[in-house]
């Protein structure tokens, strides 16, 4: 049987232990809003009975420690979801902009190859006139500016995405860093048991922001945690980490070292990888169809116009400038060469009236001159797949959006705090804390009575 | 199970999902076009493509044929005119093969005819637009020049060449026909049974043969003259068909890339439903929680 003033502290104990919940309660409530967070909730136990001969008694009550709700595959799941996602919107917004150039509008490349075509076609009716002629001349100038802008507005875009590059890996590296101070705090913490929850927590969100832009795998050890890129490149271990440096290639692009070795073309995941790819694969890619298609034009409408007969009388020379030998280049060094419109070889049999070059000319509008296509299919074949590549990678970046919904949902489901939660608990630790200061009035009024036995 | 206490997050996204729909809804109805850019709908991207360059094609096709008309039908009533001045030739000759005729009264009917030569040179030289229209290809330059070394007293400096104009998808119309085969026709040539029948009248032999010469050469060029007629008709004609064309292209555009405008339409309702809707949810979850029925 246990002493009055073992009663007595025993209900200061749970005292104690109502007045750590209410702490805790009271930290969840504070940080209902805060980014990353996950909910608290006190470990409430027995503390060890007395045992006095055959009797034991309960020894009242412990807070063992304070636990942190959170499923450690879950967040590696979100992590993995906005790798994807900030990747596919990298690659959603780039492709957006190219998009625009492919939009049929007047004075797109299609619409500009149709004016050629017809301005030829003009000229076929009146072959000797000069200013049908200089219609020629100015409609193929347009055609090639056409050509020219789409290509100069996609370099540009791809020197915006370099500067992307470099800031991305800066932050990058400030992200890392924050993770190896926090690893440190976090590792002298639990070496000596104490709870690191906020400092988890707030490492989760980094590692978060991380997955955002670069592809990130978590690996846990002993001494914290180590992240590196998916093919096994070191960011953060444990207390270290390692800086990414960018450095630029003989083009002017900037590529990604990780300890001496260029990691640009193994990123998988995260917004540099999207910027990396749109940089390098898909604006060139786009660049050299239309290298292809120029080059296509130029070469088989000099082919023709060689066979033709100018306004004197004279074989006629290139019509396009020659494309550059292997097409690489060919859609922004696309020119016209001629600009006499007297030099126009629209004559097949020398005399100037004749027209007959010039059908030949228009004949180019239906033959294969780039990828075994004619122009105009060819061009509608470029505007397929731009388009498809938006529409294709807006519709993963809505499903993969979807999907990271869930997972933030399921998240919120076990660590977000519930006000109604609270609210219950606050009541309910309130009630025992009462309770318990009741007990120790009470106990007090029977020590009085014990002291004062007798006295009567 | 415990379930997600912040609903905030999936209500911002069900609304910015409702107000996407309702901004490509509002989009479609307000440009008419279902495909505003290349994704909306890449295969359909494609084949307007196509389509826009068929479409201006078929413009181009009318306007070529406008030009050529204006061409074909000045030179139809100029052959017009080259058979009524042959007319007056013929009825000259007859007049000269009349036997009671002095030597005077027939060499002031030849003269008449030098004339009439000097005058089909005149009409045969016709220009349009500075080219002219019976010198075959070499129309920079002046086709028939009188000459007096040349049998038939007319040169021609022009040639056989001709050019054919595409009105349409495969459809090349030839529009002119060269001055030579107009008038230099070895079974009738013009210039020559002119020049014959001067020659025979300044003689007084062979007058009625001349005029059968003559006659020849008339029946030659009102053959010819059905070319004009006939790609004149053609011209029409292709011209209704191209019409018909921009038709059929203009609703195939519509069936492909236009705005189904009832189905738009009550897809922005329905966004616009759906987003109040959510809004009126928000609204009634986030307005109490415990805290309020606690003292």
């Known amino acids: 049987m246990s002493s009055l003033v073992g009663i007595m502290a025993m209900a200061v104990r749970a005292l104690l232990a109502e007045q750590g919940a209410l702490d805790v309660t009271s930290n969840n409530i504070s940080n209902l809003n805060t980014a990353g967070y996950s909910r608290q909730r006190p470990v409430l136990v027995q503390a060890d009975p007395v045992i006095q001969g055959p009797l034991t008694f309960g020894n009242g009550v412990l807070l063992e420690k304070v636990e942190s709700l959170r499923d450690p595959i879950l967040e590696l799941r979100i992590h993995a979801e906005e790798q994807q996602q900030s990747k596919l919107e990298t690659l959603v917004t780039g492709m957006s902009q190219v998009e625009v150039m492919f939009s049929s509008s007047s004075g797109d490349i299609g619409d500009q190859l149709s004016k050629f075509f017809n301005s030829l076609q003009q000229l076929s009716a009146d072959p000797t006139s000069i200013p049908l002629r200089h219609g020629v001349i100015m409609a193929a100038g347009n055609l090639t500016s056409a050509f020219q802008t789409v290509v100069h507005n996609i370099q540009q875009q791809r020197s915006n995405l370099d500067l992307n590059v470099t800031q991305s890996v800066r932050q990058v590296n400030s992200v890392t860093q924050q993770i190896a101070q926090l690893n440190v705090q976090i590792a002298s913490m639990e070496n000596v048991h104490q709870d690191a929850s906020a400092f988890l927590d707030r490492r989760n969100v980094l590692i978060g922001q991380l997955s955002q832009l670069l592809d990130v795998s978590v690996i846990q050890s002993d001494e914290g945690i180590t992240l590196t890129t998916s093919n096994g490149t070191a960011l953060v271990a444990g207390s270290r980490s390692f800086q990414l440096l960018t450095q630029a290639d003989p083009s002017g692009f900037q590529h990604i070292f990780a300890q001496g070795a260029d990691v640009t073309a193994s990123l998988v995941g995260g917004q540099l990888a999207g910027l990396i790819e749109m940089r390098d694969q898909r604006l060139p890619s786009t660049i050299s169809d239309l290298d292809i298609l120029a080059a296509g034009l130029a070469t088989s409408f000099n082919t023709v116009h060689h066979g033709g007969y100018d306004l004197n009388g004279n074989g006629g020379g290139d019509f396009f400038v020659p494309p550059p030998a292997g097409v690489t280049g060919a859609a922004s060094s696309f020119k016209v060469q001629v600009s006499d419109p007297a030099l126009l070889a629209a004559s097949s049999d020398q005399s100037p009236g004749s027209n007959g070059n010039l059908g030949l000319l228009l004949a180019i509008r239906n033959q294969a001159v780039a990828a075994g296509q004619s122009p105009t299919d060819y061009y509608a074949n470029l505007v397929f797949k731009v388009g498809n590549e938006v529409a294709t990678n807006s519709a993963a970046q809505d499903a993969s959006g979807l999907i990271l919904q869930q997972l933030e949902n399921q998240r919120s489901s076990i660590s977000g705090v519930s006000l109604d939660e609270e609210a219950g608990n606050l009541l309910r630790y309130q009630r025992a804390f009462e309770a318990a200061a009741r007990v120790v009035s009470t106990i007090s009024e029977v020590m009085d009575t014990a002291v004062n036995l007798g006295r009567y | ?295």
């Open chain 2, 1 to 295: 199970m415990r379930v997600n206490p912040n609903t905030s997050n999936d209500l911002l996204q069900a609304l910015q999902r409702t107000e996407k729909e309702a901004e490509t809804a509002l989009l479609q109805v307000s440009s008419g076009h279902r495909v505003n850019k290349p994704s909306d709908d890449p295969t359909a991207a494609a084949v307007l493509v196509g389509n826009h360059a068929r479409a201006d094609q078929t413009d181009q096709y009318l306007r070529s044929i406008t030009s050529i008309q204006g061409e074909l039908r000045t030179a139809d009533a100029t052959l017009n005119s080259v058979v009524t001045t042959l007319q007056r030739a013929i009825s000259l000759g007859v007049q000269g093969a009349n036997g009671t005729l002095s030597d005077a009264n027939r060499n002031s009917l030849a003269d008449d005819l030098t004339g009439i030569q000097a005058q089909l040179v005149g009409i045969a030289n016709l220009s349009f637009q500075g080219r002219f229209v019976f010198a075959g290809t070499n129309s920079k330059t002046t086709p028939f020049v009188l000459d007096a070394t040349q049998p038939s007293g007319v040169r021609y400096d022009g040639n056989a060449g001709v050019n054919s104009v595409a009105v349409g998808e495969g459809f090349q119309l030839q529009v002119n026909v060269p001055g030579s085969q107009l008038f230099s026709d070895p079974g009738a040539p013009v210039f020559q049974a002119i020049q014959d029948l001067i020659t025979s009248l300044q003689n007084n032999i062979g007058i009625d043969a001349a005029v059968t010469g003559v006659r020849a050469a008339f029946d030659h060029v009102t053959t010819q003259r059905v070319f004009y007629g006939n790609a004149l008709n053609q011209l029409e004609s292709q011209q209704t068909f191209l019409g018909s064309v921009k038709l059929q292209l203009a609703t195939e555009e519509d069936k492909v890339g236009g705005t189904d405008l009832a189905a738009a339409l009550s897809r922005l309702s329905d966004a616009e439903n759906a987003r109040t809707a959510t809004l009126q949810a928000a609204g009634q979850i986030a307005r109490v929680n415990l805290f309020d029925f606690l003292k």
